[in-house]
């Protein structure tokens, strides 16, 4: 395209979406569908990196699921790629976010149709049933990001730049969280984005010390991020490549503001967060607690308390070098490997996209919180037939009899099986 033709065409989209309030049927979908946040039970937002705007679509209002059910879908991956008529390898996975009455999985893709790329997002629920969304079919308003990414630069010859454009989403009491890559001497951006939509726009500039680089870093943007309450603090809990644990008080982002975030953890080098969810556990002896799962592309995830992260984010932070090691706030590693993307589902579940290591393909299924594991991705002593429980064993016995119903196999629990026998 032209260049005086390719400004005209900005200019036409920037008045088109100026009103940004304002509903409108579109005839286009999302050139490039990324990153996915529910808000109220019907709103719906989508990302698109390339177009450096957020969609915000209004679905329609249904009835809430009132069971907890776990997913337990393998072969998903095949399943997405029949149903966009492409081969499994030509989809990638962007997100998932979890519908937050019904319980649906949403979930983002792109794919490459001959040489032309495309995006869909997929709908499922846990009987099976995948749909593609027709995003033509709901009302949805426009936000328009201001000096975002463009094209001109590229990572590894051919990543570009926009691919970062918008990294992460977080929806808290009507402001919309969006970590990004911008142009200008400070790359990492944070904003603030009033819902509905308005023309205001309150970016800033983030800066953080990276322990493992030993320096202060401007560029690089945050990957993923949650907004929680720390005593009584709003705060923006922000994870990075290589992974700083970083905190940000939302009440010290202002429109132009350059901010200092506050590194609170070093979670280990040579990996990059794909999510950080927050969400309330019950252990065994019934006591709730609040959580923070990091969860990462090359390494364990890391469960980490609330309450630890409070009281780190009261000390002064990290500021020397640790090159190897792990350090600030402590945290339990949990074995969630091969996990692409994962929503907060439900008060009992995390349903997740994972990679089936014995099959290669993607499967959409839910973990138990407090265990962060499903139980028939092994065998070991307890699936024998023969195994006897200690008396002081009845807590394992009932949680695995739990974990049994959770992947879909009820009838191999200890009560049933003796009742198939007789």
Not at 144 to 160: E, G, M, Q
Request: proline share 4%; aromatic share 10%.
């Amino acid at each position: 395209m032209h260049k005086y033709q390719h400004h005209l065409k900005s200019i036409v989209i920037t008045l088109s979406l100026s009103a940004a309030a304002m509903q409108v049927n579109a005839a286009a979908n999302p050139v490039s569908a990324t990153i996915l946040e529910f808000a109220e039970a019907n709103t719906l937002f989508v990302a698109d990196s390339e177009l450096g705007q957020i969609f915000a679509y209004s679905l329609p209002s249904l009835p809430s699921t009132k069971t907890s059910e776990s997913y337990n879908l393998e072969g998903v991956g095949t399943k997405i790629a029949a149903l966009l008529n492409v081969a499994p390898a030509a989809v990638n996975y962007h997100d998932i976010a979890v519908h937050p009455t019904t319980k649906e999985a949403f979930i983002s893709v792109s794919y490459f149709s001959g040489k032309q790329k495309a995006s869909a997002i997929i709908k499922a629920n846990q009987n099976g049933d995948f749909t593609r969304v027709n995003l033509n079919k709901y009302k949805h308003t426009v936000k328009t990001l201001a000096k975002t990414a463009d094209d001109s630069v590229k990572f590894w010859r051919d990543i570009p730049a926009t691919t970062l454009t918008i990294t992460d989403l977080d929806y808290v009491d009507g402001t919309l969280y969006v970590s990004s890559l911008s142009t200008g001497e400070f790359a990492s951006t944070l904003r603030k984005i009033k819902y509905p939509f308005d023309e205001a726009d309150t970016s800033s500039n983030i800066e953080i010390y990276h322990t493992v680089h030993n320096q202060t870093e401007t560029r690089a943007p945050i990957r993923a991020m949650e907004v929680i309450n720390l005593d009584g603090v709003e705060t923006v809990v922000a994870a990075y490549t290589c992974t700083p644990l970083v905190t940000i008080p939302t009440s010290s982002l202002s429109n132009g503001a350059h901010v200092k975030g506050k590194t609170i953890a070093e979670l280990g080098y040579g990996n990059t967060p794909l999510d950080v969810i927050h969400f309330t556990a019950t252990d065994h002896t019934q006591k709730q607690e609040d959580f923070v799962l990091v969860i990462n592309k090359e390494r364990s995830a890391d469960l980490i308390r609330v309450a630890d992260l409070t009281k780190a984010n009261k000390s002064e932070g990290l500021s020397t070098p640790e090159m190897w090691a792990k350090a600030g706030v402590p945290t339990r590693p949990v074995p969630l490997s091969g996990v692409l993307q994962a929503a907060d589902q439900d008060a009992q579940f995390i349903a997740t996209l994972k990679r089936n290591m014995t099959t290669g393909d993607i499967d959409l299924v839910s973990f138990r919180k407090g265990a962060y594991f499903r139980l028939n991705d092994f065998i070991s002593e307890y699936n024998f037939n023969d195994y006897q429980y200690y008396p002081e064993q009845e807590m394992f016995r009932h949680f695995q009899n739990l974990l049994k119903t959770d992947a879909g196999y009820p009838e191999l629990t200890r009560e049933l099986a003796k009742e198939a026998k007789k």
